[in-house]
């Protein structure tokens, strides 16, 4: 079926690095734009990044740009998320999503992981 | 504070018919027809109840349906039921440079 699976969140200091994880199976995952979200605890969605089918355009929210990078190896159904310079106000749930949309973009994610807890503290 | 303003908690008895608003600006709910809405159940992960503004992905209920006039959009749940307990959220495309997707801040919505 189809189904993404976060992995790679856990507890780190202010200032130190951490990369997520999201394996995709059930579907064609070079053929859609990816995003990751997150959820700070008790909070509401806000998004984080996407990038295109073939990775030829990425985005960040300004909140995290400059510090978290997102990358995509096709050929292993995979989505990453490389964050550095952490700060306390990037705890949350981090979910990865697929964009709806078939080779293109329509902003909205159908499919979605249960997402992978990051927690910065010191 | 969220870019797109919803209430924050909307309330019905089961069978009646509840509408949640999305407000925003023409820079994003009135400029695109990139507006959705999310269904999330308590610890779950969001899910996808409407998608450019009025559709329905499969496996949905026709009992959710989605709107949009000028900058505010609109969900409405019509026959109630308890499953139908949760937060719901608005997002929609923004041409704004800080962001490209943008959320409301959520609507918990209670079945009475």
């Known amino acids: 079926q189809v189904q993404l699976v976060e992995s790679g969140g856990g507890l780190v200091k202010p200032g130190e690095s951490l990369r997520l994880s999201c394996a995709a199976s059930?579907?064609?995952?070079?053929?859609?734009?990816m995003s990751w979200l997150r959820q700070a605890p008790g909070k509401g969605l806000e998004w984080v990044s996407y990038?295109?089918?073939?990775?030829?355009?990425?985005n960040y929210a300004d909140s995290v740009k400059g510090r978290f990078t997102i990358s995509r190896d096709n050929a292993n159904n995979s989505l990453f998320l490389q964050m550095s310079r952490l700060r306390a106000e990037d705890t949350a749930v981090y979910f990865c999503?697929?964009?709806?949309?078939?080779?293109?973009?329509?902003?909205?994610?159908?499919?979605w992981g249960r997402g992978t807890m990051v927690t910065v503290s010191s | 504070q969220s870019a797109l303003t919803q209430p924050a908690s909307v309330s019905g008895s089961p069978g009646q018919s509840i509408t949640i608003s999305c407000t925003g600006t023409?820079?994003?709910?009135?400029?695109?027809?990139?507006v959705s809405w999310y269904q999330q159940h308590p610890g779950k992960a969001p899910k996808l109840m409407i998608y450019?503004?009025?559709n329905r992905p499969s496996g949905v209920s026709n009992r959710f349906s989605g709107s949009k006039s000028g900058n505010t959009a609109s969900l409405t749940i019509s026959g109630l039921q308890a499953e139908d307990e949760a937060d719901y959220y608005c997002?929609?495309?923004?041409?704004?440079?800080?962001?490209?997707?943008?959320f409301g801040g959520g609507t918990k919505l209670t079945v009475l």
């Open positions: 999503a697929r964009d709806r949309a078939v080779l293109g973009s329509n902003r909205a994610f159908d499919v």
């Open positions: 059930g579907f064609t995952f070079s053929d859609h734009y």
């Open positions: 990038i295109s089918t073939s990775s030829s355009y990425t």
């Open positions: 023409s820079s994003d709910i009135g400029g695109y027809k990139y």
């Open positions: 450019e503004v009025n």
């Open positions: 997002s929609s495309y923004t041409s704004s440079r800080s962001l490209d997707v943008e």
